[in-house]
Nanobody
Framework: QVQLVESGGGLVQPGGSLRLSCAAS????????MSWYRQAPGQERELVAQ????????IYADSVKGRFTISRDNAKNTVYLQMDSLKPEDTAVYYC???????WGQGTQVTVSS
């Protein structure tokens, strides 16, 4: 069955960095567009970044452009989100998702605070 396991979240000071990982299993990972979403308390889940199956093309939400980088390793069935210059407004639970697969993992909490 499909599994997505996010990791790498934590507490970081403003301006700091984190690298999130999402290990996928149960489907042919290299065939799927992968995305990172986030959900802050009291807000709707929003798309943060997306990467094509080959990794050649990416898109980002305006709020993270220039600070976050999505990448993938198809040999390891893993998608990453490098987050730099973090701001308090980046605080949220971060989730990865495979396009057109209706499964959400447990997410990983990112808290940006001094």
């Amino acid at each position: 069955q499909v599994q997505l396991v996010e990791s790498g979240g934590g507490l970081v000071q403003p301006g700091g960095s984190l690298r999130l990982s999402c290990a996928a299993s149960g489907f042919r990972f290299s065939n799927y567009v992968m995305s990172w979403y986030r959900q802050a308390p009291g807000q709707e889940r929003e798309l943060v970044a997306q990467i094509t199956n080959s990794g050649r093309s990416t898109i980002y939400a305006d709020s993270v452009k220039g600070r976050f980088t999505i990448s993938r390793d198809n040999a390891k069935n893993t998608v990453y989100l490098q987050m730099d210059s973090l701001k308090p407004e980046d605080t949220a639970v971060y989730y990865c998702k495979a396009f057109q697969i209706s499964y959400w993992g447990q997410g990983t909490q990112v808290t940006v605070s001094s």
